[in-house]
């Protein structure tokens, strides 16, 4: 349920709305650098793909990891390279069928977020590697930039 009253020049706005409480990863990692993560919405998986290897290929980044978050065509994919905010910024901006609120929130931020526990008892499921000569710097086992954030029930 959403509200809004307009005064004049004054704007009020409130929102009701169920959320739930996950547990995410953040990009940051403890140098200033971050490692890749994106976040699909409504994509086919062969999009993801396609525009993934060509950011890796580009790029030379590591394996790529697609997860299905538990609804039809959401994915989110990681990538375990070392860069510059700049770098994830750039490509990132430049990867189609991103979630452009997932960019704009984690623009703002220095940083992004990606949920790793079930929501309403949707897991996390690997979907596909897409593999690469490149190796991985990142070690996902010590990465210990985490946050529980309130999310849509959805």
Same mark, same amino acid.
């Given at each position: 349920?959403?509200?809004? %009253?307009? @005064? ?6 409130? &929102? $009701? ?10 990009? =940051? $990692? !403890?140098?200033?650098?971050?490692? @890749? ?10 999009? %993801?793909?396609?525009?993934?290897? &060509?950011? #890796? =290929? @580009?790029?030379?980044? &590591? ?8 609804? !039809? ?13 700049? #770098? ?9 069928? %991103? ?25 996390? %499921? $690997?979907?596909?590697?897409?593999? &690469? ?6 070690? !996902? ?14």
């Amino acid at each position: 349920m959403k509200v809004r %009253i307009n @005064l004049g020049r004054l704007h009020f706005f409130t &929102s $009701l709305a169920w959320y739930l409480k996950v547990t995410g990863v953040n990009s =940051k $990692l !403890p140098g200033g650098e971050h490692f @890749l993560m994106w976040d699909f919405d409504d994509t086919p998986l062969e999009d %993801i793909e396609k525009t993934l290897r &060509s950011k #890796q =290929k @580009l790029f030379l980044l &590591s394996a790529i990891y697609i997860v299905c978050t538990g609804l !039809p065509r959401h994915y989110h994919a990681y990538c375990f390279t070392t860069l510059t905010w700049a #770098q994830v910024l750039y490509i990132l901006a430049d990867t189609e069928g %991103i979630d452009r609120m997932f960019f704009r929130i984690g623009v703002m931020r220095g940083y992004f977020t990606l949920r790793y526990t079930p929501k309403k008892g949707r897991e996390l %499921i $690997l979907a596909k590697i897409l593999g &690469s000569p490149t190796a991985e710097d990142v070690n !996902p086992a010590i990465i210990k930039n985490f946050i529980e954030y309130e999310t849509k029930r959805r």
